[in-house]
């Protein structure tokens, strides 16, 4: 029989998240019901990381353009494009002001810059970032 431990203790590290309703009432009832098995204990401690990387703070998370201000000519493509108001335009150039804003994976705005000014991370930085956090159990 699969050891039941380490989602044991996995699931009250997760408790300590915030998780919607449904997913704490489950993962206290199993942490409190001595016959769950390794299976339901794993199935919960699975969604339960999901969730905490779905509420994980924006903040933390490095998705945004870089505007290379040596090649930004200063046309408002990207300030007019953008509907989440994640750059300004100052002194002729754009620059990325709320970067918190950006939607993550979006990067619609990259090949309107006729400059190439504008580029983001590559997609495989976020889910390496993923990764770890879904593999807690
Ligand atoms: S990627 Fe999308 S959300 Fe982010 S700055 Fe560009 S247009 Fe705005
Ligand atoms: S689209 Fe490119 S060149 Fe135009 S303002 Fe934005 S970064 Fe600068």
Known sequence: MADKQPYLDALRELLAYELPPDVRERVTFLLGNPGASAY????ACRRAAER?????P????VWH????????TGCGRCF???????YEMA????????????????S????????GAVTFPPQTSY??????REEEC
């Open 65 to 72: 353009p870089t505007v290379d201000a040596a090649l930004c």
């Open 52 to 56: 905490t990387v779905l509420s994980y």
């Open 91 to 106: 002194d002729g150039l754009s620059s990325v002001k709320r970067p918190e804003r950006c939607v993550i994976l979006c």
């Open 40 to 43: 339901e204990l794993r199935s």
């Open 127 to 132: 889910h390496e970032f993923l990764k770890p």
């Open 58 to 61: 924006r903040s933390e998370i």
């Open 80 to 86: 007019d494009f953008c509907p989440q108001q994640v």
């Open 108 to 115: 619609e705005c990259a090949p309107l810059c006729p400059a």
